[in-house]
């Protein structure tokens, strides 16, 4: 009996010791594994293979194509329709970025600098650093006036003042010193203009609220730009996927009679399968 007793305690052991060595290897994979996935990668040659694509230098596969056609896209609009061999799409992103560079950017770009340099007149005479061609630059010569008139010819693009006799002048902008300063002022130059070619009376607010105006609007066309480049380049990498989607015979939708195990008898049922290619 005891025999029989040791027998089964030496059996105990040897199956105890050999599940904790099992269960101490299972546990030392589970730990390689999680080290390895939190060791830091190299992004360095994964970067460089990349742009090595984007650029030509290696070749891609299929799967690897959205990619290429997403980053060419962001670095040169079109050139991700190219790769996809889009070309009829070229057209469109170059009229949609120079429509929105002309009647946008441009457009806006050049209406806020004139008002700017509008506004900078009026300030400069409200600061007593404008006076008349041919006074001394002193600050009791300095011009005095709130009204101002621009040019009647559809841009608006002249500024004028006018004096107590109706005479019209334009500002010249000038650097110099003003009683001692170094400092810009204006100097007003007579000039000979009929009174139906200038419109007004302003005034420097409605030069400022102008020139917000545009540059609001300005910088609205830059945002609008930078997110049509973007849209492009989604487009580009979009279309990429869409020429790679397998619509062959090999995927398939099928419903089948199943009878599993259950509990160790049969059981009826039915199994949905999706194939692959």
């Known amino acids: ?157 002249t500024l004028y003042i006018l004096d107590e006799e109706n005479n019209k002048y334009v500002l010249d902008r000038k650097e110099g010193e003003v009683e001692g300063v170094e400092t810009p002022y204006f100097i007003a130059r007579q000039v000979d203009v009929a009174d139906n070619e200038i419109i007004g009376a302003f005034n420097s607010n409605t030069f400022e609220s102008a020139k917000n105006q545009y540059r609001r609007w300005r910088d609205a066309s830059y945002i609008g730009f930078a997110a049509g480049w973007l849209f492009f380049a989604l487009e580009a990498n979009v279309a990429a996927h869409l020429k790679t989607f397998d619509m062959s015979e090999d995927i398939s939708f099928r419903i089948e009679p199943a009878g599993p195990q259950t509990f160790g008898s049969q059981a009826a049922g039915i199994s949905l399968g999706l194939h692959f290619k």
């Open 1 to 157: 009996m005891r025999a029989i007793i040791l027998l089964y305690f030496s059996l105990f052991v040897a199956f105890t010791s050999f599940g904790q060595a099992e269960a101490d290897s299972l546990v030392s994979k589970v730990e390689d594994v999680i080290a390895e996935q939190k060791a830091p990668k190299d992004t360095t040659k994964s970067f460089g293979k990349t742009m090595g694509r984007v650029f030509g230098l290696r070749p891609y596969t299929a799967l690897q194509k959205p990619q290429v056609s997403l980053i060419r896209s962001l670095l040169l609009p079109g050139w991700g329709q190219i790769t996809n061999r889009d070309f009829w799409k070229v057209g469109i992103v170059y009229g949609a970025a120079g429509a929105g560079w002309y009647f946008g950017i441009r457009s806006n770009g050049q209406q806020y600098q004139k008002y700017l340099g509008h506004y900078e007149r009026a300030t400069f005479i409200s600061r007593n650093l404008a006076f008349y061609e041919g006074d001394e630059l002193l600050s009791a010569n300095a011009i005095s006036t709130s009204s101002f008139y621009v040019s009647n010819d559809g841009t608006n693009g």
